[in-house]
């Protein structure tokens, strides 16, 4: 069964970086789709992108231009760089996968593997 942990959280400044990492066990993670979502405090869940088995990459709309996801399949990790983070990103952001190997929409009932969760705050 593939299980999931996110890593490279933490507090970071308006307008820094981060580059947030996820690494997968049990399975193959190119066999599937991966994606990020991310979910802030007394708000829903919301999908950031997602790449898909065969290595198609998508991002929700309101994603586009500062969000940059990335898998390695020989290190069995995806990726998630953010750039000029912004007070609003903060949340917990989390890792899924799906074995549809495609991103669809990415809704998260589509993903069934998750990880626990790395927490970003973005504040002065």
């Known amino acids: 069964q593939l299980q999931l942990v996110e890593s490279g959280g933490g507090l970071v400044q308006p307008g820094g970086s981060l580059r947030l990492s996820c690494v997968a066990s049990?399975?193959?993670?190119?066999?599937?789709?991966a994606g990020w979502f991310r979910q802030a405090p007394g708000k829903d869940s919301e999908a950031v992108s997602c790449?898909?088995?065969?290595?198609?990459?998508r991002y929700a709309d309101s994603m586009k231009g500062r969000f940059t996801i990335s898998r390695d399949n020989a290190k069995n990790m995806l990726y998630l760089q953010i750039d000029r983070l912004k007070p609003e990103d903060t949340a917990v952001y989390y890792c899924a996968a799906s074995r549809f190997g495609l991103c669809g929409s990415i809704k998260p009932t589509n993903f069934g593997s998750w990880g626990q969760g790395t927490q970003v705050t973005v504040s002065s």
């Open positions: 790449i898909s088995s065969s290595g198609d990459i």
């Open positions: 049990g399975s193959t993670l190119e066999e599937f789709a």
